[in-house]
């Protein structure tokens, strides 16, 4: 697949949980991370998710927040992977972070410049990604 | 109207499916292309949403993933856009892409260069947007 | 909490409304402003959301519109901050845009320059901030 989509994370489906109109899909990755992703019912069926099959998710940089001290801190958020900073590119205002989870999944975000700043983030810096899973698009192979 | 977002789509609502919470609302544009929103059902009432009325579709540039294989993929996003690039804006990392589709409709997403340059992107490539229902506000005029 | 959101708004619970996936959770800030997040009910059992509670709202400077005459408009966006622009930090694409509400709050936006034109935004230029529910993320303390 090709797509502008920083963040694409093959997995297989390891849980579908339907409701009325959405469901909440999980996928496990091969580096063990899991993501969720609410998508509706209709996408359930079109694209023939079920335990076991095959998915990517999609999830773009801009949509990644990073957060440094998570420990304490529970958020809303279904997805939160842990890791490490391994790759800093700074623009103008925006600056295209890098994260390794152990596992060896490689995440991307975009945050701003002021926030690298507030967060002191640098290579090795330990950060979560947290992703909503609202924010979560889900792709498989016709 | 005028709003920050970079992808504003008038168009008359041709569907709107009820849920308990949330509502399905498709519109149907000028140039034939079709948009998915997903609202509250109090903003459907809000907003006097039915079979008929106007109303635009909100979205923001960043929240566009671009496509340039989709042939052999299905995904959870309801909104499948597909044109050429007409035009590209290159920044420090991230590079704004404007995309025709074939009824005349103009597509702006952005993403970052490491993607304009993975897909090949130029003047003229075949792409497809995909974005999340979730992700597009309604408006109308009050 | 450190975290890489431009806007992070504490608040204290003032109304949940369950669904049966979903809930609205109202945030009242000390501003007076409020805000209105979709989470899952897994969200707010696990985060131990009720009228009362502390929280914090989350959300990424790229999932603000900014709108600037919205008294003739009705958006299906839950989230409408009005205020005026105290600064702008110009791009090579894009521009960050902080405005202050009348209650004092400050909110980050990052639109395209070219949106910075045509709404001819400058600092005091009156705006709105234009945010979907469904985008908010809220945290709490452990």
Same mark, same amino acid.
């Given at each position: %697949?090709?797509? *502008?989509?920083?963040?694409?994370?093959?997995?297989?489906v390891t849980s579908v949980?339907?409701?009325?109109?959405?469901? /909440?899909? /999980? &996928?496990?990755? #091969?580096?063990?991370?899991?993501?969720?992703?609410?998508?509706? %019912?209709? *996408?359930?069926? /079109?694209? @023939? &998710?079920?335990?076991?099959?095959e998915a990517t998710a999609?999830?773009? !940089?801009?949509?990644?927040?990073?957060?440094?001290?998570?420990? @304490?801190?529970?958020?809303?958020?279904?997805?939160?992977?842990?890791?490490?900073?391994?790759?800093?590119?700074?623009?103008?205002?925006?600056?295209?972070?890098?994260?390794?989870?152990? @596992? #060896?999944?490689?995440?991307? !975000?975009?945050?701003?410049?002021?926030?690298?700043? *507030?967060? @002191?983030?640098?290579?090795?810096?330990?950060?979560?990604a947290i992703v909503k !899973? *609202?924010?979560?698009?889900?792709?498989?192979?016709?």
């Amino acid at each position: %697949m090709k797509s *502008s989509a920083r963040n694409q994370f093959p997995g297989k489906v390891t849980s579908v949980i339907a409701g009325p109109v959405n469901a /909440e899909v /999980e &996928l496990t990755l #091969g580096s063990g991370d899991r993501i969720v992703s609410i998508v509706t %019912m209709g *996408s359930v069926k /079109e694209l @023939g &998710l079920h335990e076991g099959s095959e998915a990517t998710a999609l999830i773009k !940089a801009p949509w990644v927040i990073l957060m440094t001290d998570d420990a @304490g801190l529970k958020t809303s958020a279904r997805n939160h992977l842990r890791g490490a900073v391994s790759r800093l590119v700074k623009g103008a205002i925006n600056t295209e972070v890098t994260m390794q989870t152990s @596992g #060896g999944l490689t995440v991307n !975000a975009i945050i701003t410049n002021e926030s690298v700043d *507030s967060l @002191g983030l640098d290579i090795g810096t330990s950060v979560s990604a947290i992703v909503k !899973a *609202s924010h979560v698009i889900l792709a498989t192979k016709a």
